[in-house]
């Protein structure tokens, strides 16, 4: 099992900033892609971005140029870099990771974008 500790949540006004971690501990070993998801209030959870061991990346197109994923392997972290908020940001947002076909879900962390 893996562990998940998430933390960096928090209210921010619009055009404003904030950084998540995501710390794993555990059956740490083998751990590759490890991302973050949000979900609003009535609506499905979504991928935001995630990064593999290498450093490739992925992120859904609403938060390209604002949002910037990376990790620490040795710390076994991964961050989400928050710029440039919007309203339509606000969601609980959720770290996971991958270890071969399983995944695991941190307990998710409330951001709240006023405008």
């Known amino acids: 099992q893996v562990q998940l500790v998430e933390s960096g949540g928090g209210l921010v006004q619009a055009g404003g900033s904030l950084r998540l971690s995501c710390a794993a501990s555990?059956?740490?070993?083998?751990?590759?892609?490890m991302g973050w998801y949000r979900q609003a209030p009535g609506k499905q959870r979504e991928l935001v971005a995630i990064?593999?061991?290498?450093?490739?990346?992925n992120y859904a197109d609403s938060v390209k140029g604002r949002f910037t994923i990376s990790r620490d392997n040795a710390k076994n972290t991964v961050y989400l870099q928050m710029n440039s908020l919007k309203p339509e940001d606000t969601a609980v947002y959720y770290c996971?990771?991958?270890?071969?076909?399983?995944?695991?879900w941190g307990q998710g962390t409330q951001v709240t974008v006023s405008s």
């Open positions: 996971r990771v991958y270890r071969g076909p399983s995944s695991s």
């Open positions: 555990g059956s740490i070993r083998s751990i590759n892609v």
């Open positions: 990064i593999s061991t290498g450093g490739s990346t």
